[in-house]
């Protein structure tokens, strides 16, 4: 079987950060889904840092309604050792339609399509580095994962190792394979995205441009996700991206600590975070600037920067940049949104559940 070996300085990246993140609401109703933070990074930034790892440094961003946050966020690209082109998708029209839209920015190389709300822990280096040794006729490669619930995604059939048929959110799922938010083409897709029709909920599928690809006979293989991989479209998955993130800090300390504060386990303390009569317990960390005064952190909590938590109980949670609490006990599994107010007005009931959208203040009884 003849391969043609291609330089991975070739390959370019689509990343997709358009989507209006619904079920993240109230948060995306101010806020990029792409940019909600897990361990205090933006999600969407564990991505860009995966492509350019790879050795991708030409990276188109797709961006709806949140284009000039995604832009104020990622910039030129430089920070991350890229340059990042920006392509305006005004409505939501599907993923193919993506494609479809970055013609021009893409020409006729190789690339990588990545999902910015996923997290993937293998990466993609392995990946762009086995596509470009690809046998000839492969002209795509997809990324799938065993799931406990396919209906949700794109399902792949497998026989005898090979991709025979894809399908688009299955009321009877041909399997348990989900397509993860990763994908690698060659410059055949274009004639894919171009071919196929809109799906019945109006959209370009690229499921349907693949299993174009497939009913003409071009080659596209299968990989099977090593390690986790978490789509991190609502609270819980966020949650669970923001735990498996934390366990792979160095934990370190570059704040305040004072006689009655401790840290146990592995806990990060950025630059100016202050700790007063509070305790911190790992994994954790605590952003710049945030103040702990008479406070529990307890694990898998990530508080970003330029927060005040007084008094209060924390756990299992995500609380975003410049989020006041006092006076709880306690929140566990919690999105708290930037610059949220949440205090108790008279002593209540323990274990409070929160989603809690940005500017918002609450007070509870």
């Not at 991975?8 to 990246?13: F, H, Y």
């Not at 609490?325 to 009931?349: E, M």
Request: net charge negative; proline share 5%; aromatic share 4%.
């Amino acid at each position: 079987m003849p391969t043609t070996a291609r330089n991975v300085d070739a390959v370019k990246a689509l990343v997709l950060s358009g989507g209006a993140g619904t079920r993240l609401r109230p948060i995306t109703h101010t806020s990029a889904k792409q940019l909600v933070p897990v361990a205090n990074k933006p999600i969407l930034f564990f991505g860009l840092e995966a492509l350019v790892a790879a050795g991708i440094t030409e990276i188109g961003i797709i961006v709806g309604h949140t284009g000039d946050e995604i832009r104020e966020a990622v910039g030129d690209g430089s920070a991350f050792g890229a340059a990042v082109t920006y392509i305006d998708q005004p409505d939501p029209l599907g993923l193919a339609h993506c494609v479809l839209i970055a013609r021009d920015f893409l020409g006729d190389d190789s690339f990588v399509m990545y999902l910015g709300d996923n997290l993937l822990r293998q990466g993609v280096t392995d990946l762009v580095a086995g596509f470009a040794h690809r046998p000839a006729e492969v002209h795509a490669q997809i990324l799938l994962a065993r799931v406990p619930d396919p209906e949700r995604f794109g399902v792949a059939e497998v026989e005898g190792g090979r991709v025979v048929r894809l399908v688009e959110k299955p009321v009877v799922p041909p399997s348990d394979l989900a397509l993860v938010g990763v994908y690698l083409f060659d410059s055949r897709i274009h004639d894919a995205v171009r071919a196929i029709e809109p799906s019945p909920r109006g959209e370009l599928e690229i499921t349907d441009a693949i299993q174009w690809l497939l009913d003409r006979g071009e080659g596209v293989t299968h990989q099977i996700v090593d390690g986790w991989w978490i789509d991190t479209g609502n609270v819980e998955a966020l949650l669970e991206g923001n735990r498996l993130i934390l366990e792979t800090l160095e934990p370190r300390n570059d704040g305040s600590i004072d006689e009655g504060s401790r840290i146990e386990g592995r806990v990060v303390v950025e630059a100016g975070a202050q700790l007063v009569r509070s305790l911190v317990r790992g994994p954790a960390i605590v952003g710049a600037g945030t103040v702990l005064t008479d406070s529990y952190v307890g694990p898998f909590s990530s508080i970003a920067a330029g927060c005040t938590i007084t008094d209060s109980e924390v756990e299992h949670s995500v609380v975003l940049t410049g989020a006041t609490i006092s006076g709880l006990r306690r929140i566990t599994d919690s999105l708290i949104g930037q610059h949220t107010v949440i205090g108790r007005s008279t002593s209540g009931p323990t274990g409070t559940r929160l989603v809690v959208g940005d500017h918002a203040r609450v007070e509870l009884a």
